[in-house]
């Protein structure tokens, strides 16, 4: 399944959070638990800083600091996509556990 394909994500943010495989991350990504978990929790506190980033904007805005609606619309709507992808890829982490869950050994 193309990963892309979710809430239109790009390419781009699949390489920034290691997501997508390069020559480079299959050699530092062993497919251990802790390579993975590490992943997760890169991209956990990627969003976290979005969505930090995007109050800030919020704040400024409301006290007249910064002027320009373009980035403040550009900074919520990055803290968005990040959080949807992070629900994205946590609903199929939760469904792959309950398929595992359920299978009969």
Not at 18 to 26: F, I, N, R, S, Y
Not at 61 to 71: C, N, P, Y
């Amino acid at each position: 399944m193309d990963v892309a394909s979710l809430y239109s994500v790009s390419p781009d943010y699949l390489t920034q959070y290691g997501l997508h495989k390069t020559a480079e991350t299959q050699k530092e990504n062993d497919g251990s638990f802790s390579s993975i978990l590490d992943v997760a929790m890169n991209m956990i506190n990627e969003t976290n800083d979005y969505q930090n980033a995007a109050e800030s904007a919020q704040i400024q805005f409301a006290l007249g600091e910064a002027v320009s609606t373009h980035e403040l619309a550009v900074s919520q709507q990055k803290a968005n996509v990040a959080l949807q992808y992070t629900i994205a890829v946590r609903d199929k982490v939760l469904d792959a556990y309950k398929e595992i869950m359920n299978m009969s050994i």
